[in-house]
């Protein structure tokens, strides 16, 4: 099983700053690597694919990386609605799975 | 309108079993599998298992083999998750989400039900 580890798992920026997130895969994934939004009471919200690929309609302030088994997902100015967990998951191979989360708090 | 329609909340014994279903429209339901993810309160995702609407096979995470069966019904574009043996852990909100239709493509989970809560109490 690819186990997938995010960090930090709490993160505090103030509204227009930029905020980073990591990932890490234990193995690789061959950038099959996907990025969700999740806001309380929400089902997730798909946002990158492929490690670096937007979603359809999501804003370009949201971007994705990757350097071998690291992600990162950058949010270049943060906006009110932005607050909220998002996950990593790899969907390269089964079981799928996910990163524990990371918590974007507004500072 | 492309969606994922999920049956309302269900409240269950130990012991039960509880049946969720997942009901697609707007796209070619043979095209696309379902995933099944949950979420306990305040935790985080954890993915259950995989079906194909198109060959009918599934993949389950280790922990719910022989207690998960999901199951498709194509007339009517739904899927179902059957889960037995119920317990207090398995509280949570259980979510559908479309993604590969075949073991030997990969895809994104990129449309998702809106939850099912699941209460096991006695």
């Known amino acids: 099983e690819i186990e997938m580890t995010q960090s930090p798992a709490t993160l505090s920026v103030s509204p227009g700053e930029r905020a980073t997130l990591s990932c890490r895969a234990s193995q690789n994934v061959n950038l099959n690597l996907a990025w969700y939004q999740q806001k309380p009471g929400q089902a997730p919200r798909l946002l990158i694919y492929g490690a670096s690929t937007r979603a359809t309609g999501i804003p370009g302030r949201f971007s994705g990386s990757e350097s071998g088994t690291d992600f990162t997902l950058t949010i270049s100015s943060l906006q009110s609605e932005d607050f909220a967990v998002y996950y990593c998951q790899q969907y390269d191979k089964w079981p799928r799975t996910f990163g524990q989360g990371t918590k974007l708090e507004i500072k | ?122």
């Open chain 2, 1 to 122: 309108q492309i969606q994922l329609v999920q049956s309302a909340a269900e409240v269950k014994k130990p012991g039960a079993s509880v049946k969720v279903s997942c009901k697609a429209s707007g796209y070619d339901f043979s095209t696309y599998g379902i995933s099944w993810v949950r979420q306990a309160r305040g935790e985080g995702l954890e993915w259950m298992g995989w079906i194909s609407p198109h060959s009918g096979d599934t993949e389950y995470a280790q922990k719910f083999q022989g207690r998960l069966t999901l199951t498709t019904e194509t007339p009517t574009s739904t899927v179902y998750l059957e889960l037995r043996t119920l317990g207090s852990d398995d509280t949570a909100v259980y979510y559908c989400a479309r993604e590969t239709y075949s073991r030997a493509f990969t895809w994104y989970f990129d449309l998702w039900g809106g939850g099912t809560l699941v209460t096991v109490s006695s």
